[in-house]
């Protein structure tokens, strides 16, 4: 089956330690996406990638890193410089063409809840 | 203003009720339109998408798109207790820019 696969479930750190969050597509979708979901505050957009060995900072990507290698696979990095990490990190996918780029909808992965502490 | 405004609820309705949910939004350059479902500790997934004023039904889902009035609306009618979740709106602008809402928790009694 297709779909996004986010690992882990659940991660718990340390403060000051950095953490690397897992994102990997089967769909074939150019796009991938970072939101951080809080109580409250919504869908925040950290990072995102339109295709491979580029990516742009999102609203929030102060504190966060992202690598795109490959076209199936877009970790985060959470640094010790994120002020407030503890959230549950969501990762999202669409296809990108000429004729769909504006009406593709995000396909969302089952997100990691990060804790640290 | 939010660019998006949604009140999160929680709304508590008996089963078989029709649920009624909306957002307002800011932004008149806003076109397409989505209804995103979230089962606890479970990521979104869409529900509706519409790109045009008016209805568009699937099943016991009806969105509803009053560009106008800057205002969308998701009903789900014989409301089930597996439709308890948290529902998100979501429109995306000309530049491909999303914007999310909160999100509304719905619980269906039994």
């Known amino acids: 089956d297709g779909g996004i696969t986010q690992s882990p479930k659940y991660l718990f750190r340390k403060e000051g330690q950095n953490v690397t969050l897992s994102c990997e597509q089967n769909?074939?979708?150019?796009?991938m996406y970072w939101y951080r979901q809080d109580p409250g505050q919504g869908l925040r957009l950290i990072y995102y990638?339109?295709?491979?060995?580029?990516?742009q900072k999102g609203d929030i990507a102060e504190g966060y890193s992202v690598s795109r290698e490959k076209k199936e696979s877009f970790p985060l990095t959470v640094t010790s410089a994120q002020k407030n990490p503890t959230a549950f990190y969501l990762c999202a996918s669409k296809q990108v063409t000429q004729t769909s780029s504006y009406n593709s909808p995000l396909h969302f992965g089952n997100g990691t809840r990060l804790t640290v502490t | 203003q939010k660019e998006v405004e949604q009140d999160p609820g929680p709304l508590s309705v008996p089963e078989g009720a029709i649920v009624s949910l909306n957002c307002t939004y800011s932004?008149?350059?806003?076109?397409?339109f989505m209804w995103y479902r979230q089962y606890s500790r479970k990521g979104p997934e869409l529900l509706m998408y519409?790109?045009?004023?008016g209805n568009k039904e699937d099943g016991r889902f009806t969105a509803q798109v009053d560009k106008s009035s800057k205002y969308i609306s998701l009903f789900i009618r014989d409301s089930q207790p597996s439709d308890s979740a948290t529902y998100l709106c979501a429109m995306r602008d000309g530049n491909n820019r999303l914007a999310f809402g909160k999100g509304n928790q719905v619980v269906v009694i039994p």
């Open positions: 932004n008149s350059a806003f076109q397409y």
């Open positions: 990638s339109q295709i491979v060995n580029d990516f």
């Open positions: 769909l074939n979708h150019d796009a």
């Open positions: 519409t790109y045009s004023s």
